[in-house]
């Protein structure tokens, strides 16, 4: 269950909180009626598609960009908008503007994933239970620094690590947003927690 520190890895998102979605509310003022459903389901989703946008591109502009996208083109698909629920739908959405428009500009590790040891065994990092010294340490840093940390993740185990242990997707959802196997979520999930656990520990390691 996620704990108060999770809350540290979210990226607020106030510059958009009127930007998407009002603009993808004007996008339908020829339709009031849509465009009430569309704000009613879509809006309260706002800031987890900005907290995930924000560690896909690493940009604070760039995520405002996406996520605009990202609500222009679902709002455009609303009426043909069947489930899964909303908020998967959203990531997978933001998910595909972020790879067909900004990947460019994402600037992702190039880590080959064959170099990083599997620890499907060891506990998760956010977790309330059990304590392990590795969450003690993790609960005592700031949120810029649990975001940092975060961000340095390799590309695919940033992305599935932020829909698991931030937005708190179930596996069979990830795997829905990532278009892969739930067994590949599990495999990338436990990588990115040995990464997460190896970086801060090496950081722990530095002299002060």
């Not at 790879?99 to 599997?118: L, M």
């Not at 179930?170 to 829905?176: F, K, L, M, P, T």
């Amino acid at each position: 269950m996620p704990g108060r520190w999770i809350d540290a890895g979210r990226a607020q998102a106030p510059s958009t909180k009127a930007g998407p979605g009002a603009m993808a509310v004007n996008a339908a003022n020829d339709d009031p009626e849509k465009a009430r459903r569309f704000r009613d389901a879509a809006l309260p989703h706002l800031d987890d598609v900005y907290t995930l946008a924000r560690y896909l591109l690493r940009d604070a502009s760039d995520a405002d960009d996406a996520v605009q996208e990202c609500y222009l083109r679902a709002l455009r698909h609303f009426d043909s908008y069947r489930g899964p629920a909303m908020k998967p739908w959203l990531f997978a959405i933001l998910r595909n503007v972020c790879r067909a428009e900004f990947a460019r500009r994402a600037s992702s590790p190039t880590d080959p994933i064959e170099d990083v040891a599997g620890k499907e065994e060891q506990a998760p990092l956010w977790s309330e239970a059990p304590e392990t010294p590795e969450t003690q340490i993790l609960r005592q840093r700031d949120a810029s620094a649990i975001r940092r940390l975060v961000s340095a993740l390799a590309e695919p185990f940033r992305e599935t690590f932020v829909l698991r242990e931030i937005e708190n997707l179930s596996y069979r959802e990830i795997a829905d947003v990532a278009d892969v196997p739930v067994g590949t979520v599990m495999s990338r999930l436990a990588r990115a927690r040995a990464m997460l656990r190896s970086a801060w520990l090496a950081e722990q390691e530095q002299p002060k």
